[in-house]
């Protein structure tokens, strides 16, 4: 099926970045694209997003494979009527498995996408894909045709 091909190749896209990181730069390297804006740089997180609940690994992995295999679970059942709903969903377990990788691995995750335009913290693709997922997700949900049948 289509939708877990999406999330292998972003799994495989992430791995790759991450591992291109590790073995090129060092902890905390960073090398400006667009100086002042937006720089790779080699960072690691122990915990969630915005750097919450360091060194709670277990909580992660148990909350991420169950995360996991409702995704799964629901790509399949969903995904030949609502195909945008599907892929939203792709693109967070992709990004999901890409991260719980790292943290099954290694204990923390790899980051390096620093947007300095903005206060931002460092992350990584598989982030990106997560919240790729979730605009696609809130797209489907509230203005979609499905969603805009059930509002009249």
């Known amino acids: 099926m289509i ?3 999406i999330s292998l190749l972003i799994i ?3 791995q790759l970045s991450k591992w291109a990181i590790v073995k090129y730069m060092d902890l905390y390297e960073s090398i400006p694209i667009v100086k002042g804006w937006f720089h790779i740089t080699s960072s690691r997180n122990r915990g969630a997003a915005f750097g919450i609940l360091q060194n709670k690994q277990w909580f992660f992995i148990i909350l991420t494979l169950i995360v996991i295999l409702f995704l799964i679970y629901y790509i399949y059942k969903i995904h030949k009527a609502q195909k945008l709903f599907a892929l939203s969903l792709s693109f967070i377990l992709g990004g999901a498995i890409g991260n719980l990788i790292d943290r099954i691995t290694t204990g923390e995750v790899v980051d390096f996408i620093d947007v300095r335009i903005i ?3 460092i992350f990584n693709l598989a982030d990106s894909a997560i919240v790729v997922g979730v605009i696609l997700m ?5 203005f979609s045709k499905e969603a805009k049948k059930d509002q009249v």
Not at 138 to 142: G, K, L, S, V
């Open 3 to 5: 939708y877990y091909f």
């Open 138 to 142: 809130i797209w489907e949900m509230f």
């Open 119 to 121: 206060n931002y913290p």
């Open 12 to 14: 495989f896209l992430d």
